[in-house]
């Protein structure tokens, strides 16, 4: 069966979305974070030499790969999405580009994506990678600078794209000095160490041109020709191989043959926040599959695991129940 015929039986899969944001848990020297948690960073406006302390106390001793398999097959999920970079620079993996990874800069000093990958091949879950591939607050030229910033959240407070409280200099910024070392090396990195990957899951490609996506697709179809990627990875509409709708999407429409997907949250966040027990009741989450499923979308339904790998109590028993 080839990946897009997979794609489109598959209909439910989990995200996770996981990283050093996970350990203030949507908390900053006495301010709660109002919006998305792994977007802290930028709310916070927290300096990377204050930020990159958090690796050296991330130590998620109860994280167990083959649990957090088991609890996707156990709720009917047929694939798994991690994130392996989010936009705040930090690899879940071992990354040669630099030490700001999981392996080499934590005292946990395990490669979760390897682990993942591993059990997800064992118990035969369709394993992706989320990569954030313009965003990279820990880059001086990571993307985002023309952006400005975004008025998200309840309280419509602002938010800065691309990194400007350590490089202010927005105007001299150039993505593709990132793109050239970083992004390149990186990419490469997840689609030649981890086996077969079902998708790569690209994001916020607000600073890319057109021929540095074309790259980027090419370079996933260079090393596995099978990997389906997202319409996440270009500006230009309609791109990829398949089409991720906005956050929290529903469509009311039937999208017949083509390849969809609705990425969503179980509370109100995607990273980890402490405080966020807003959860959707496991009636709502069938309601919600059935509905996108009879309509040919995908549900991508994310889960934040905790600063020790767990995946939130609540959560497991909604995935359980909801199947």
């Not at 020297?29 to 204050?50: C, D, H, T, V």
């Not at 979760?112 to 990279?136: I, M, P, R, T």
């Not at 600078?145 to 800065?160: I, K, L, R, V, W």
């Not at 389906?228 to 043959?257: K, Q």
């Amino acid at each position: 069966m080839d990946n897009k015929t997979w794609f489109k039986q598959a209909k439910y899969g989990m995200m996770i979305h996981w990283g050093l944001y996970s350990l203030p848990a949507g908390e900053w020297k006495g301010q709660r974070m109002e919006y998305i948690g792994e977007w802290l960073q930028s709310r916070f406006r927290i300096p990377n030499a204050e930020y990159g302390q958090l690796a050296k106390a991330f130590n998620p001793m109860l994280f167990n790969a083959d649990e957090w398999v088991q609890t996707a097959k156990d709720a009917g999920m047929e694939y798994m999405v991690i994130t392996s970079k989010h936009h705040d620079g930090f690899a879940m993996f071992k990354s040669e580009y630099d030490t700001f990874n999981i392996v080499d800069g934590t005292p946990f000093g395990r490669d979760v994506v390897g682990e993942l990958a591993e059990a997800c091949y064992k118990h035969n879950l369709k394993f992706g990678l989320y990569y954030s591939q313009s965003l990279d607050w820990r880059e001086p030229n990571g993307g985002g600078y023309e952006c400005g910033h975004t008025n998200a959240g309840p309280d419509g407070f602002g938010m800065s794209w691309t990194n400007d409280w350590d490089f202010p200099d927005n105007e001299h910024k150039n993505y593709t000095q990132c793109f050239e070392s970083k992004i390149k090396t990186q990419v490469k990195e997840i689609l030649t160490k981890y086996g077969d990957l079902c998708l790569i899951w690209f994001d916020t490609p607000n600073t890319m041109t057109i021929e540095q996506s074309d790259e980027l697709y090419q370079m996933v179809k260079h090393y596995q020709p099978d990997c389906l990627v997202n319409s996440r990875l270009s500006p230009r509409p309609g791109y990829g191989d398949y089409t991720s709708t906005g956050d929290n999407v529903i469509p009311d429409e039937d999208m017949g043959h083509m390849l969809y997907e609705s990425p969503a949250t179980l509370n109100d966040t995607w990273g980890y926040k402490s405080f966020d027990n807003n959860w959707k009741p496991a009636e709502e989450v069938r309601r919600i599959r059935e509905h996108l499923n009879s309509r040919g979308i995908n549900y991508l339904l994310n889960v934040g695991p905790d600063y020790l790998g767990r995946i939130p109590a609540p959560a497991v028993d909604i995935l359980k129940a909801a199947k």
